[in-house]
């Protein structure tokens, strides 16, 4: 297996190899990525509705963000990357193990869709002038990372003035270690055990915290939870588990109009 590192990547080799191991796997709705699966649909209702509101586009259109370029960091198999295509995004894929990368390449081709997709990672890109971005999605990433704090500010160094990042992860609460991590792993067995470190998990305020300093604007957190009886996910203002936020890059601040020159009048002789 190989991955993409650097000097500066943030990117953890065992937490790359964990996934490449069941990269064949990204597109069986019944497979290891079940979850994922379950997720995508309020994960895709989310990322919608903040870039609607955020590029002021045509919620009618059936392709209503023509002309944005967007990158999906952490794309794993493309399950965001395909359906963000389709809705008329220039999509670029990132991930750091090639056997991701060769998976979801493969499936956008049998579905004929262009995505332009790499092995590599936020450092490299960023360090090569890769961008802007109009929109970044950071995914449930971060959490797998090694060093976050550099990875989130590599990301949002990415994005277009303006621009819109949107990060999605798990807290760092009692909560979310019964149910995301015993729970979901060793008692339902939805995830692999060991798919995911309680003590890599991440509290709204530190994602704040990583960021500051940086000319951006973060909302939320926006909660997300799991309904039993409908077996479906929804969002919620329960940000105890599942959660997401939005990181708007700001705009350069228009420097003050130029006065126009005052003439004085001649002096009489």
Not at 192 to 202: E, K, S
Not at 247 to 259: G, I, N, S, Y
């Amino acid at each position: 297996m190989t991955t993409h590192a650097d000097a500066r990547s943030s990117i953890d080799p065992a937490e790359v190899e964990r996934f490449s191991k069941i990269a064949a796997e990204w597109w069986d709705p019944r497979g290891k990525f079940a979850p994922l699966h379950k997720f995508n649909p309020v994960r895709l209702g989310f990322i919608r509705e903040q870039a609607l509101h955020r590029f002021g586009r045509d919620a009618q259109a059936r392709r209503p963000f023509e002309g944005l370029r967007l990158l999906d960091i952490g794309c794993g198999g493309g399950l965001l990357s395909e359906p963000m295509t389709r809705l008329g995004f220039q999509v670029t894929g990132v991930d750091a193990s090639e056997r991701n990368i060769g998976t979801a390449s493969a499936h956008a081709a049998e579905q004929g869709l262009a995505i332009d997709y790499r092995c590599s990672t936020a450092e490299a890109l960023l360090a090569a002038g890769e961008g802007p971005f109009d929109l970044i999605l950071n995914m449930e990433v971060i959490e797998h990372v090694a060093d976050p704090g550099d990875y989130l500010r590599s990301c949002a160094r990415l994005l277009k003035p303006g621009g819109l990042m949107i990060v999605a992860t798990l807290n760092r609460t009692l909560k979310a270690f019964a149910l995301a991590k015993v729970g979901a792993e060793y008692v339902l067995r939805w995830l692999p055990p060991g798919t995911h470190d309680w003590n890599r998990f991440l509290k709204p305020e530190e994602i704040t915290g990583f960021l500051d300093g940086e000319p951006v604007t973060l909302d939320g957190p926006f909660g997300v939870v799991f309904e039993p009886l409908s077996g479906r996910w929804k969002q919620s203002h329960d940000t105890d588990v599942n959660y997401m936020m939005t990181v708007v890059r700001d705009a350069p601040k228009a420097l003050p109009a130029a006065q126009p020159a005052r003439r004085r009048k001649a002096a009489k002789a």
